[in-house]
């Protein structure tokens, strides 16, 4: 069946491939926000694929983990990223999510993202505790990050509204953005969870200057016990400069889902040509490097899609977790 538009795009598209008239199945990604990796990878990823992949037409817009599996599941979108516990969660409707999202299936495991937070060099805030009253960037609503900074908050004893409460402020904005606001001295945290290193993170070490926020074991073991799909993680000292260790954090495992409706053939030579061209998306963003095919499959707790499956049995790939 052809697939066709909906509506409008779910924004202007930042990469565009293949001829729509001649095309079969419209393949919509969502990835990330300006300033993340997603963003430049997805954009990537799809002109090859475009280029590659017959019968499809391609683009690519920003999003977040999880509006991404909200556009996929209700059809504005055909394939997004997001990560493999969000993605459980949105699947059986739990967490951020208030019902089922059954059609969305698993394309491929990437790579993990560590939850990182900053605060300005000069800033009394030096842990957690200290932000009860601050003026804090976790990102955009709907984006996993968000979603990340509020379980850390509550392990803490209080939340967003809480911080509101107490007079301070919650941005829910871009990347982008939190840098903005953090070198005008509107923003004293930023948090994020995405790739190590992070250029935001890199711009503000050289303007206003940060420091970085870690997380203590017991704190880490209670936030692990009470969030299912979250690993350990940590920003090690060679990431940035100016680090005198590694920063003990949290991470998750990013992945990509695709819609059950696309056609099985498509799927199966999108994952085909995807996994050729690793090397050119690792000229993007050398945290692609991390990605392995042998991992495709990890920490896949939703139905693997039928043409991605047959995919990665060609390629041997097994299910480890």
Sequence with gaps: MK????????AV????AGTAANADTFVRMVSGPAG????????????VLGDEVPGISTSSTSGGGISNLKAV????????????????????????????????????????????????????????????AANISPGKAGWTGTAFAESILSAYGF????????????????????VALMKDGH???FMAATSVPQASFIELQHSPGIRFIGLSDDKLKQILNDNPGFITGSIPQAAYEG???DVPSLGIVTNMVVSKDLPDETVYLMCKSFWKNHAAF?????VWNSVKLENALNGAAIPVHPGAQKCYDELGVKTTS
């Design 3 to 10: 697939h066709v538009l909906k509506a409008a795009l779910v």
């Design 13 to 16: 598209p930042l990469a565009f």
């Design 36 to 47: 993340g990796s997603w963003y430049p990878l997805g954009a990537k990823i799809m002109q």
């Design 73 to 132: 599941d209700g059809g504005d979108a055909e394939i997004g990223w997001s990560y493999a516990h969000t993605s459980y969660n949105g699947f059986v409707g739990r967490g951020k999510f208030t019902s089922k999202h059954e059609n969305i299936r698993h394309f491929a495991t990437l790579y993990p993202a560590t939850f990182q937070v900053a605060v300005r060099a000069d800033s009394p805030i030096k842990t957690f505790e200290d932000m009860k």
């Design 159 to 178: 939340d967003f509204a809480k911080i509101k409460e107490n007079g301070g402020t919650v941005h829910y904005v871009s990347y982008t953005e939190s």
């Design 187 to 189: 923003v004293d945290v």
């Design 243 to 245: 680090l005198s260790g």
């Design 282 to 286: 690792a000229e993007v963003k050398k």
